[in-house]
């Protein structure tokens, strides 16, 4: 008898404390992969433009020289450069996107507050009858499942996340 295999799809990995993540299995791999094709890509096609426009501006310069003989060099590194910067997009991506929701989603929480006078909207920007401690509490979520802790510790213990039991400190 044989034991089943456990199959992983390539669409997904498993992070810290075995929860499975939106990701490529190799997300690292390909996150370089990305970078360094991209950088490649980049510089091969600003170096094909560069040659195509030289070029093209040297045959004006000299009366004698005729036509620009490189300038279909210009058609292949136009696409080559594009997808050089789509490359080195995709691959920092992801540190971007983090920049950017560490930046903005401050301040949508404290405009949520503001315009919905601390009452909040699904719970985010609620500051309406909370005390500081309240507010310092409000922030903290389960380390296993991720579930905010205020409101979801088992009823009269306060140690256990209900969502899934972890012991919360």
Known sequence: MSTPRATTSPLSSTGPRGLQLPALAQ?????TTFRVVGVVLVLVGVALLGTALADFFASFSSP???MPTKFWMAFVGIPVLAAG???????FMGTASRYVAGETLPVVKDGLGYLTQGHGLGGIG???D???TDRATAARY??????ALPGTALPGT??????CGHAVS
């Open 27 to 31: 997300q690292g791999g390909a996150r």
């Open 64 to 66: 004698g020289r005729g």
């Open 85 to 91: 910067i789509w490359a080195v997009m995709a691959g």
């Open 126 to 128: 609620r500051v309406a």
């Open 130 to 132: 909370a005390t500081p």
């Open 142 to 147: 389960c380390t296993e499942c991720g579930a």
């Open 158 to 163: 306060g140690r256990f996340c209900s969502g």
